[in-house]
């Protein structure tokens, strides 16, 4: 099967520390990779790069089939993007943000899928107030909608799970993993894989920039269910 | 306990300099003029931001409910998007007005009994009366603020944070996003989606912009000699103070999200400038319109010719930054300085022209001012972003 999302030597240097090197990854489309790594191992970075807001050093990044920096507008529509930080902006509504975003990738908004995921991220009544009004965890799911309600090819998340509510949570993943049977792919970094690691494909361990082992879902499932993730960190961390 | 809410914001210093100004001119009786720039830059500035403070706490403090007196709440939060950050705007505004509004009555107390009983007094206890009795109104109203605005913050914050208590105050779109049809639709789609955010960022200066209006309504160009540009000021000022939420870092202000989102780098320019100027031209109609009520029609002509030109100057400041930033990502964006300029050049722009066909002193007390102004803007932006 292709990859829908392609990144081969990514490099990226802050000055004179290298954050990724000669990183590269695929996921296929019905796939659920989780990126995973100890704080600062790159993982936001390498996100960064593959969503299009950082520039890498090196390497190529290809989405749909489309390479990111040479064809950003092609790459980008089969885009979906879920923030670590609160970046949508303020002083629109969720509804405006979401009908933006679904009329900047030349697809028609959906009014009825857009009111099924408020729903489900327990937004039902808050379409139309404005995001900077929202309190974080709110925010947070209003960016889960506004990613979901376009149906990307792609669907990059960057701990979108922080500071969300159990029952939000698993409403979310349920979504995810239903749009995953329909061809999503999905890359996804989390520090705790408990949320949607029955769902897991593969997951890449990242450590100081570097890819350093590929790990099968079904071994995190198998492993210890309390923290499948902690042995495997501390092992690279070492 | 209440003074601490007076230094919460970030205009005391402007109000202080205010006050001050009015004190020392007006015992000192150094220049006629200056006296009459303070009082009208104090009036124009102070007076209009006292307004909206004075409604807003009122608005918050009120134990009424329903949907109107929601939005009203709303509205008077200002350029602020979340409510409960008005205050650090608003409420400061509250103390200047009584602290200006006490001096300025203590000054006429003083002035009638001075030419009653003709008393001779030192000019040293002129500068010192007014300034004592201005930290005792400060205290005082710091008394009555606490217990007012401690109901209206405690409200403010319950209000931001009670997110599933009440009914949603929904959102209207806002005026000319209709326009948007006759673009082209990426274009478009741009437009749309920059005149929702400008018109909610600048809300708190369309209602000045009225009142700015309404001042030359009633006073035509009759300032006096030199002050044909007060009310310019103090749009430079207010300009200043309404682009603290656009001068943001990019991922507090919306613009890193777009970076994930296919954007067409000439719809985003041409959505984005357009809707620019549309709002800024707006801000000046209600000086123009209240020029032709006031059968002034040569000076609104010029007004209104002067208008589009220095809209589409301070919209072509945002050029570079735009290309700049077009080119490593394939996002334009003029926003952080670029927004804020484009705000306050048409004002400056239309106001320095203004002032130089109208007079020369004009100009030149625009510029001091625009200077002081900026100053002002500046140093309120560097606490709002720090904040």
């Given amino acids: 099967m292709t990859s829908v999302l392609n990144a081969e030597k990514l490099s990226k240097s802050y000055g004179q520390r290298s954050v990724v090197d000669e990183l590269s990854l695929c996921v296929e489309p019905g796939e659920l990779v989780a990126l995973v790594g100890a704080n600062g191992a790159g993982k936001t970075t390498t996100l960064a790069m593959l969503s299009g807001q950082l520039v890498p050093d090196a390497g190529q990044i290809k989405i749909s089939g489309h390479e990111v920096y040479s064809d950003p507008i092609a790459a980008r529509r089969a885009l979906g993007y879920v923030a670590q930080d609160l970046i949508l902006p303020p002083y629109l509504t969720i509804e405006e943000m979401a009908e933006f975003a679904v009329a900047v990738k030349e697809r028609v ?84 894989l408990e949320g949607f690691s029955q769902y897991l494909d593969r997951v890449l361990v990242l450590a100081q920039g570097k890819l350093v082992e590929t790990i099968s879902g079904d071994v995190i499932r198998e492993a210890d269910a309390r923290d499948p993730m902690s042995s495997i960190l501390e092992r690279w961390a070492s | 306990m209440g003074l601490r809410f007076f230094f919460r914001g970030n205009l005391h210093l402007a109000s202080f300099a205010l006050a001050a100004t009015v004190v020392a001119s007006s015992s000192l009786a150094i220049v006629d003029q200056l006296i009459l720039v303070a009082f009208s830059l104090t009036f124009f500035s102070v007076a209009a931001l006292n307004a909206l403070g004075f409604a807003g706490l009122a608005a918050w403090a009120s134990d009424a409910e329903g949907e109107a007196i929601g939005q009203l709440r709303r509205g008077l939060a200002g ?42 007094i030192s000019p040293l206890w002129l500068i010192i009366t007014p300034c004592v009795l201005a930290v005792i109104f400060l205290i005082l109203g ?219 002193p004009g100009l030149i007390t625009l510029g001091i001012l625009s200077l002081v102004a900026v100053g002002i803007g500046m140093r309120t932006s560097q606490i709002g972003e720090s904040r």
């Fill in chain 1, 109 to 192: 908004f959906a009014e009825k899928e857009f009111r099924r995921l408020l729903e489900l991220a327990g937004l039902a009544d808050d379409g139309d107030r404005l995001i900077g009004e929202l309190s974080h965890g709110m925010q947070r799911k209003a960016a889960w909608v506004v990613a979901l309600v376009s149906a990307p090819k792609v669907l990059i998340v960057d701990e979108g799970l922080a500071g969300l509510d159990a029952t939000s949570c698993r409403a979310i993943v349920d979504e995810v993993a239903n749009q995953i049977k329909s061809g999503m792919a999905v890359l996804w970094t989390e520090h705790d």
């Fill in chain 2, 79 to 120: 350029p602020f998007v979340s409510p409960r950050h008005s205050p650090y705007l608003y409420f400061p505004a509250f103390a200047y007005g009584i602290t200006t509004f006490g001096v300025s009555l203590a000054m006429e107390g003083m002035d009638a009994l001075l030419s009653k009983t003709a008393l001779a």
């Fill in chain 2, 142 to 360: 710091s008394r009555a603020y606490a217990r007012t605005g401690l109901k209206a913050i405690a409200r403010v914050a319950e209000e931001a944070r009670t997110i599933y208590g009440g009914k949603p105050a929904p959102v209207d779109p806002p005026y000319g996003w209709r326009l948007a049809k006759l673009l082209p639709g990426a274009a478009a789609t741009y437009f749309k989606k920059e005149l929702r955010e400008q018109s909610r960022i600048h809300r708190g200066l369309w209602a000045y912009s009225v009142l700015v209006g309404l001042a030359f309504l009633l006073y035509g160009l009759d300032f006096g000699s030199v002050l044909n540009a007060i009310p310019w000021i103090a749009v430079v000022l207010l300009a200043w103070i309404s682009t603290l939420p656009t001068r943001r870092k990019p991922r507090h202000s919306g613009e890193q999200i777009l970076l994930t989102l296919p954007q067409k780098p000439w719809a985003r320019l041409v959505g984005r400038w357009l809707a620019l100027l549309f709002v800024a031209a707006h801000l000046g109609l209600a000086t123009v319109f209240a020029l032709f009520i006031r059968h002034e029609p040569m000076q609104a002509w010029i007004l209104l010719a002067i208008l589009p030109v220095s809209t589409l100057w301070a919209v072509a400041l945002t050029m570079r930054r735009s290309f700049g930033r077009l080119g490593g990502s394939g996002l334009g964006s003029g926003g952080g300085f670029g927004a804020a300029a484009s705000w306050l050049t048409p004002m400056v722009a239309t106001g320095g022209i203004a002032a130089t066909i109208w007079q020369l």
